[in-house]
């Protein structure tokens, strides 16, 4: 599952929720002093620096160039694996 920690008027949580949503990938999208605070995100992610904070099943995994090169190489991987299986 992929989590979502944004804010309003982020340009770079904009451009990962369109990135998910393009490619059909489901995830949950918390907001910034609606779900939760600032204090609250530092708490559970204290390497959290910026905007958004993307959690891949548990797992803080950084922000929308981090969510990118995760599942850029997780595709390439699985077409790599597709294409032994031929």
């Known amino acids: 599952m992929i989590e979502i920690y944004s804010k309003p008027d982020c340009v770079f949580c904009d451009r990962a929720k369109s990135f998910l949503r393009d490619r059909q990938i ?3 999208e ?43 190489e997780e595709i390439k991987n699985t077409q790599k694996l597709l294409n032994e299986g031929v």
């Open 26 to 28: 489901p995830f949950i």
């Open 30 to 72: 918390h907001t910034l002093d609606i779900d939760f605070t600032k204090e609250h995100l530092l708490e559970m992610y204290a390497e959290a620096r910026s905007f958004p904070v993307i959690v891949i099943d548990g797992f803080y995994i950084g922000g929308f160039d981090s969510l990118k090169a995760q599942l850029n």
